[in-house]
């Protein structure tokens, strides 16, 4: 498409001085000379004067002349050819080119005049207009304000045709995502007082879908297969049929490679079209393909490689008998060499394929030319601005001066983003000497702290009003430190913990931790208050591993809210009410992370096992051993924006070898909710405990334990928990725009009494949806929203509000 210009305007300047011919300076009333654009030379000498060699001529003053807007101490400075400097054509050349790529002038004249041995320049420009004004018309389909979102131009700033273009291409292609194929925008311009007004004409045409695709010259494959190997969908039901000119540019590459992956080396796809279809409003697409023959895989050999054996290389790609030829065989192999020997420290090295065609089959020689393994001559970090170097840098495994190893690299990178300080994480390498490498890890820091007030209500606690501040970063050091307070009718919380990931620059880990809480639950008022001191390392195996052992001293009272009566409260809770008994524990915890994001991964497994041991040598009056194992494994899935997490949690609640008191029953494990220790979705807080356990009793409606009940009613008791829990979960997380996550969830669970009463198939099973926001200063907010399939009540869903946590 052909653009207009201004009225009289000039298409670029061309330098005179380099085409030889010469005209003379502004004011001697002769004309220029012809040629728009060119710039003129001149290289005479003042009259009675002796010209002088080119040669010796120095660069005497630089003025210039029809500017307009432009300011003259910014031309010349862009110009870049001072006064003193030895002339030269060049020198004027590159100047003027200079000034050229401003984009602010039509035409640019270069006049000279000789005067002794100094060579004067004059710079006369003609500015392009400034756009006044920009306009639409022509679109009935879209909004002028939608249009005007997808401006580049702006008005003020000087007319280029090559931005107008730029904003012509912009255009289109907003209209032909959204089916106006045939759309065309012209543009047309008017010089005013004010200055050029640019009026972009908008030809829509008719909205239009694919609804065919055909493959032309094809008669290898079904089109259904070489339809899923493009992007491009024709129509369907819901979706498809657009038109993306980026998509079917790819499609050309995206169906060639299918071809060439499964055995048609030679195919070439010439190109494709869009043709009228059936209806004004309906397009086929038509991808035309030179299939060519199929070829099987013939031998596989390698050359050159020394570093690593034979035995190594030859597994990356062993054809089987009839396997077809594969060029995404090749490239793995090729890949697979390059990690290898990236692994054994060779950055340089070269991994070349070779095909040879023997009748029907490819043979295929790689040849490997190592070179020289690279060591790490430096290590820098980029992009921290709160976190402190010493706390990026001790969790670096590379080392300077080692021998470049790249599983090192990937483990440094992956244990930088566990930190949970950084958005992404981005190694980078510069050559240094010789074989040498430096490495830059470019970090990008978000928001750690939190800092939040405000109000909520759930079904176990009642309304609450809440002020939480906390930083896992503090002061840049690494150190976690975080303060809980909320208050409400149901329930109070208060809480302060510390932690020092490094303790006096070693890997050993320190933290405290002081609570007191009150909550109400279904039969009983809960009151806890105590500390606890914990102490940790990490593990030389297995490889991302961490130990802890901590120490906690409570005091655990438990309160009747009047609802029974006294006989039934002893036989449910098994606690004498108003009494306080004290826990002393230690418990030791085994944490093995690899999972490559703190939120939301995508490959890797946590595994953990916790113990506690209450009572017994360590005193107290509360004694039992109670322990949680528990396995996420992060997968892939079918669909690359999918991450399926698998998770398994058992427990077990236990007295000591002849004890006679029993476990303390606050402590047994219940199932239920979205928040809870052990939550199950779809089911209310604390609701799944063993079915002996659920019973219907009469309570008081008259809390005043002298007066007589006025009424009773029935109510469903679920108390207490098991002594044995299996938990499961499927869950599928995705994006759906940044920072929102949607998640699909399975839950699966069950608790029981005794060994005995153990069915791991007999479980409550709850499933639904839910998203996750993580908010800087908030953390995590969500929400799911569950089916329990077996609630003892009846089926039903149950939304559960998620706050600072995320089950993922």
Known sequence: MTLPRPSGGASGGALGGASGFTAPAPGSGTPAAPGAGSAADTSGAAPGTEATPAATLVIGTVSVTGNVSTDSTRILRSFEVPSGMRYSPDLIKRGVNKLLALGLFDDIQIYKTVRGSAMDLVIQVRERPRISKIVFSGNHKKDTEDLEKKLVLRTGEPYSPTLVQAQIDSLLKFYREDGYAQAAVDAVTDTTAQGLELRLVVHEGEKVKITRILFTGNAAFPEKKLRKAIKTKKKRLIGGGGIDQEKLDGDDERLADYYHDHGYRDARVLGHELKPGDTPRHLTLEFTVEQGPRYRAGTVAWGGNHELADA???????????????HARVEKAQQQAYADYAEAGYLYVGVEPQETVRDSFVDVSFQVTEGQPSHVRMVEITGNKATREKVIRREIAVREGDRF????????????????????????????????????????????????????????????????????NVLGNGQSLQLHLERGAKTSDYSLSFTEPWFRDTPTLLGFSVFAYKRELDLYREQRHGGSVRVGRPLPWPDYSHGSLSYALEDVKL???GLLDAVTRQALIGLPFGATERTSSVTANFLRNSADHPLYPKHGSRFSITSDFAGGAFG???????????ERLYLPSAFKFLTTMVRVRVGVLASYAGQHAPVPVYERFRLGGGTTPDPLRGYDDYMVVPTKFIRDIETQHDYDPNAAPDSTRTSRVRYPGGRYMLLTTIEQQFPIVHPLHGVLFFDAGNVWDGRRDIHPFDLK????????????????????????FNRDDRPRAVGHFIIGQTSF
């Open 559 to 561: 309160d009747s809210l």
């Open 620 to 630: 107290g009056a509360v004694n039992y051993h109670k322990h949680r194992i528990e």
């Open 312 to 326: 190594t290389v030859s597994k990356y790609w062993e054809p089987k008998p009839g396997e077809l030829y594969s």
């Open 405 to 472: 190893k790249r599983s090192t690299l990937v483990r440094s990178q992956g244990d930088l983003m566990r930190l949970g300080f950084f958005e992404e994480v981005v190694p980078d390498f510069a050559p240094a000497d010789s074989s040498d490498v430096d490495i830059i890890f470019k970090v990008k820091e978000k928001t750690v702290g939190t800092a939040s007030a405000g109000a909520g209500y759930t079904g176990q606690g009642g309304l609450t009003g809440f002020v939480e501040s906390g930083h896992s």
């Open 765 to 788: 099973v709850g499933a639904g949806v839910g998203f996750r926001m993580e908010i800087p200063l908030l953390g995590i907010i969500g929400f799911d929203y569950g089916y329990g």
